[in-house]
């Protein structure tokens, strides 16, 4: 009963916490383990905004259904007394990707490298088999544990794939969105995580973002530099999706990219992998399964072991927009990795906001 359940818990530490969301490290009193805890404040009605009572439910509902060692693990989940706050208990994580990646001086080789995406592959596998697309791949929802152990996290906005209403009560980052998804694809598929999971693996070997747009065009056209844009060949139905783009005047291609310049820090097996992933139409590019089978994972060099990924991860700045009665919000830049320092505040509400 809602009643009992939060008497067993007790908050130890803020990890973060914005508008609607917070997160903590807490205790479960009966076993004394370690937990995170995630508080979404939903209000009675939904009054406070419409997408934090469906994305809580839908975060429940996915999260009780699956069981894997690479997908985060909801040990609890109920809502406050007075109904207004829905509470989830996940097992304690050390850091996520986005921290990792952009503000830990942690080296990652080709074999750590390995390691995480067999581990982020096999959970998307997973997820994809039980019937699950999750939609928001992105380093901020990549866990790591105490022992490397990586896990897929925040199903906010999961859908399963045979679900044809497409209605998302909160959209995915632009950086990460795949170019169907951008490109208002009604039939899009799992592929479409794969996109994003691709943007991370570059992500993750340049420690720079791959596209770092500033609005939804741009992001098209960063990734028409990259590919070229559809074509009749490439993808015959691109040009009948609702927000097909396409530039009478092509003089934008002129600074094309290539794969090998813009991952200069990538070895060939990664190059091949980018390149299996990054592909324009969903329908060519590769499936978590294939990529599980694929010659990036025999070829030399072996993964790493889990335990080997470093992880030490930077401290958090506490940072609040007190929906829980905690400290105030501290938006100012110095608070912001420095990575960061020279996008606009819409950029960074993207990858900052909840
Ligand atoms: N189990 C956990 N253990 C430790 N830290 C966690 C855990 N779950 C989440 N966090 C931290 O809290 C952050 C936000 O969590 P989560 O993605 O679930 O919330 P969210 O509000 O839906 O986030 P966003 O909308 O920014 O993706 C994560 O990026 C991570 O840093
Ligand atoms: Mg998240």
Request: proline share 6%; with cysteine; hydrophobic share 35%.
């Amino acid at each position: 009963m809602a009643t009992t359940k939060s008497e067993n818990y007790v908050i130890d530490e803020m990890i973060l916490e914005d508008s609607l969301v917070g997160i903590y490290k807490a205790r479960h009193l009966p076993t004394n383990e370690e937990v995170a805890i995630k508080k979404i404040k939903v209000g009675r009605h939904g009054e406070y905004t419409d997408w934090a009572e469906p994305a809580a439910e839908n975060e429940m509902q996915m999260l009780r259904k699956l069981d894997h060692p690479n997908v985060i693990k909801l040990l609890d989940s109920f809502y406050t007394t007075d109904s207004k706050v829905a509470v989830l208990v996940f097992e304690l994580m050390l850091a996520d990707l986005g921290r990792l990646i952009h503000c830990t001086d942690n080296r990652y080789s080709h074999s750590h490298i390995k390691s995480m995406v067999y581990m982020m592959v096999s959970g998307l596998e997973y997820i994809h088999s039980s019937g699950i697309m999750h939609q928001d791949i992105k380093p901020g929802n990549i866990m790591i544990d105490n022992h490397g152990i990586i896990k897929i996290a925040d199903f906010g906005i999961s859908i399963y794939v045979d679900d044809t209403c497409r209605k998302l009560h909160r959209l995915p980052p632009a950086w990460y969105r795949s170019p169907e998804f951008l490109l208002g694809d009604r039939q899009y598929g799992t592929s479409t995580d794969m996109w994003s999971l691709g943007v991370l693996i570059g992500e993750l070997i340049n420690r720079h973002i791959v596209f770092p747009s500033k609005s939804e065009i741009e992001q098209i056209l960063m990734i028409y530099r990259l590919l070229g844009p559809p074509t009749d060949q490439t993808w015959p139905e691109a040009k009948s999706f609702k927000h097909f783009l396409q530039f009478n005047d092509d003089s934008f291609l002129n600074n094309e990219e290539s794969f090998e310049k813009k991952f200069s820090k990538a070895n060939e097996q990664e190059l091949n992998l980018l390149k299996s992933l990054l592909v324009m139409n969903p329908k060519y590019r590769a499936t978590a399964k294939q990529v599980l089978e694929s010659t990036y994972f025999t070829s030399n060099p072996p993964a790493s072991k889990p335990e080997d990924i470093p992880r030490s991860a930077a401290p958090r700045h506490r940072h609040s927009r007190d929906p829980f009665h905690m400290n105030d919000v501290n938006t100012n830049d110095e608070n912001l990795p420095s990575d960061y320092s020279h996008l606009n505040n819409d950029t960074k509400r993207q990858l900052f906001s909840p």
